[in-house]
């Protein structure tokens, strides 16, 4: 393809979403290589910053920083990104993965645990395996039918299923080679979370704290399955032998018979490994059921909730824990996302963890001991006035919904959610997808252990009629040293996609209302954007072979607040779930081409000036409202495509007219593309 062709093709692409880039030639090309099967061991894993090109593991390192070295794309030439292939994944539930790439071929999930592997440079389907789920499992899944990912050791490919197995595959061929079932599948445990490779064996954890079960994570030997250890988050019936002095010591801080209504504290997601102390890093989820005045009426911490837990990796015991939330009633999981860095503190040198958990606080914690380093609020925080310097949240009085309908804040949402977040080392920034959703909560005074459904503990009927403008979403860049926002993209919907940042000054990260966005990482400011047809919830990733650089992301609306959301996320985008893949155009443009496409009079400055010609006069210059007519900058991430036929039609008996006769469906589309440039 020529390159002129393909950067016409592009603007064309942008308009209609249609690829530029998909060549069949690359992928005749690629049925003749022979992918080599992930010969991955412990060494390898540890030493992924030396492998720009490939993404090993769930968070491309094991310090989960998701921030990759690879700069062919960069802030100077990233308008030029296209689609290469996509592949459509037949689903249309949430898509929550991170893709691996390993030796030129890309692993991936689906909904219902399926795994996935495709030729990474022209997404041929190499084998596509399906651990037939069965359908009635979903009921358990309180957050939807979704995967995170795989792992990738010795030739094997790794999937904790929905149904609570975990399997290893024949990474050349997807061919089972051992399944083991890992949870007691009478009760109701699912795994959606993706396996660590840790010490030569396969950690998984699982979920269920909706609906009554004791959390615990597991380690199983990569070879043979042969489980290793079990490590429980929070204490069983304590007339039973305590499994360790560990768990001794939770049950000191629980009162009542909290273990015949499960106890919570599930490993559904977030770990890190630090090899070098020789320390595995969980997350721990909230209580079953939710509110503490049913689960553990005479107070307490409730140890180990919403907790992080230092493990260590050959036997299991915890070696350290840190609680966020004690005494956890709201939901506030501390199962969100953990990255560990190395930074100057206070003129030290600090071997560093930082999570943004459910509960409002960014953490900045010692990894070698647990010492608390800081936190301070990310988001808008009712339920703690702040965290003394013990690290103890001070709690507002009245927060813990004793007497009635109480409205706090975060929401069981989370200010952050189960989306990744992620580092630079550059900017020393952290890309936080970021939400600021109103909660709600009444008791429900007729709480009783179910078999079905949720078991919280409070009435969700408060949520029947939240309007939108109770939830929303911004893209938040936060200095962790400083502990303070540097920048933010405010973004209309919550629940937007986890974040990927890279050498070349950039964020990617994709949205509910169904944008993937590139933005300049020290700065915010949005430089690229390709609509996607479904809200993206999942974080993309990036590789390279053969000298391009590839952004891969997994498109498919879903997830919690996909399903529960209700009248708070109008206007998501809901279509077909696929796999796109983005690369420069084949044939690299010279800085002349790239140049004249950045002042081409093409759609950003066309759309410039339609919207000067025809909206500025009400809306206001540059597209910021000057007064109480609606700013098009939130208007435009609210209404999406439906914005061009706004204008075109108008909104009868408010002002707006239409501009059908005097603006193209192109020229609507061109404001459209303008004003998405603005929404920073
Ligand atoms: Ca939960």
Request: hydrophobic fraction near 40%; glycine fraction near 12%.
């Amino acid at each position: 393809m020529s390159r002129l062709r393909c950067v016409g093709f592009f603007l064309i692409g942008i308009l209609s979403g249609v690829a530029c880039g998909h060549d069949k030639d690359a992928a005749s090309d690629a049925s003749t290589s022979q992918p080599i099967a992930a010969v991955v061991d412990s060494a390898r894993l540890a030493g992924a910053e030396q492998e720009p090109g490939s993404w090993l593991s769930h968070g491309r390192t094991l310090s989960e920083q998701r921030f990759s070295p690879l700069d062919g794309i960069r802030a100077d030439n990233v308008m030029l990104l296209q689609r290469r292939w996509v592949y459509d994944t037949g689903t249309t539930r949430g898509l929550e993965a991170t893709p691996l790439v390993v030796d030129g071929v890309m692993y991936t999930t689906l909904t219902w645990s399926v795994v996935v592997a495709l030729d990474a440079r022209s997404g041929e389907v190499l084998w596509r395996y399906d651990p037939l789920v069965p359908r009635s499992v979903g009921e358990k899944a309180c957050c939807d039918v979704v995967n995170r990912g795989v792992a990738v050791y010795a030739g094997r490919i790794y999937v904790g299923t929905l149904d609570g197995r975990l399997v290893a595959l024949d990474a050349e061929t997807g061919d089972p080679v051992w399944e083991v079932v890992t949870v007691d599948r009478s009760l109701n445990y699912t795994i959606t979370g993706a396996p660590r490779i840790v010490a030569g064996k396969v950690v998984i954890g699982n979920g269920g704290a909706e609906f009554g079960v004791r959390g615990y994570v597991s380690a199983y030997d990569a070879a043979s399955g042969e489980l290793a250890w079990r490590t429980f988050t929070v204490p069983g019936d304590p007339s039973q032998p305590f499994e360790s002095d560990a768990i001794k010591r939770a049950a000191e801080t629980w009162t009542g018979e909290w273990w015949k209504v499960g106890g919570g504290g599930t490993v559904w997601d977030s770990m890190a490994y630090d090899p070098e102390l020789g320390l595995l890093y969980v997350g721990t989820g909230n209580g079953s059921p939710w509110t503490r005045h049913h689960r553990s009426p005479g107070g307490g911490d409730n140890l180990y909730l919403s907790s992080i837990l230092a493990l260590d990796p050959d036997d299991g015991r915890v070696v350290w824990h840190y609680q966020t939330t004690p005494g956890e009633t709201w939901d506030f999981t501390a199962t969100q996302h953990i990255i560990l860095a190395d930074m100057e503190i206070g003129n030290e040198h600090r071997k560093v963890l930082m999570q943004a958990p459910k509960n409002g606080f960014f953490y900045v914690i010692d990894r070698e001991n647990g010492e608390f380093i800081s936190a301070k609020p990310y988001v808008t925080v009712s339920w703690a006035s702040h965290v003394n310097a013990a690290g103890r949240p001070i709690e507002v009085d009245g927060q813990r919904f004793a007497d009635g309908l109480t409205f706090v804040t975060p929401t069981f949402f989370g200010g952050h959610n189960w989306q990744p977040m992620s580092f630079n080392p550059i900017t020393g920034l952290v890309y936080i997808p970021a939400q600021e959703i109103l909660g709600a909560y009444r008791i429900d005074p007729n709480f009783k252990l179910s078999k079905r459904g949720y078991n919280l503990g409070t009435d969700l009927s408060v949520f029947a009629a939240f309007p939108p403008e109770a939830a929303s979403g911004h893209l938040l860049a936060w200095d962790p040293v400083q502990q303070q926002e540097v920048w933010r993209v405010p973004q209309g919907l919550p629940w937007n996609g986890g974040t990927l940042t890279t050498a070349g000054n950039l964020v990617f990260q994709g949205t509910a209302d169904g944008r993937f966005v590139a933005y300049r990482a020290d700065d915010g400011r949005t430089l690229w954007v390709d609509h996607t047809e479904t809200g993206v919830i999942a974080a993309p990733m990036t590789y390279e072979i053969e000298g391009t650089q590839y952004v891969a992301v997994m498109a498919g609306w879903g997830g919690a607040f996909g399903l529960i959301g209700g009248t708070a996320a109008r206007g998501v985008a809901k279509g077909p779930g696929k796999l796109i893949v983005y690369a420069q155009p084949e044939d690299a443009p010279t800085p002349e081409e790239i140049e004249a496409y950045i002042t081409r009079p093409g759609d950003v400055a066309d759309g410039e000036r339609l919207y000067h010609r025809w909206c500025a006069r009400c809306h206001g210059a540059g597209a910021v409202s000057s007064s109480n007519v609606p700013d098009l900058r939130e208007a435009v991430v609210r209404l999406g495509d439906k914005l061009p036929i706004v204008a075109r039609i108008g909104l009868q008996g408010t002002g707006m007219p239409g501009f059908g006769d005097e603006l193209s469906e192109r020229d609507a589309v061109l404001i459209q593309r303008y004003l998405e440039t603005r929404t920073d």
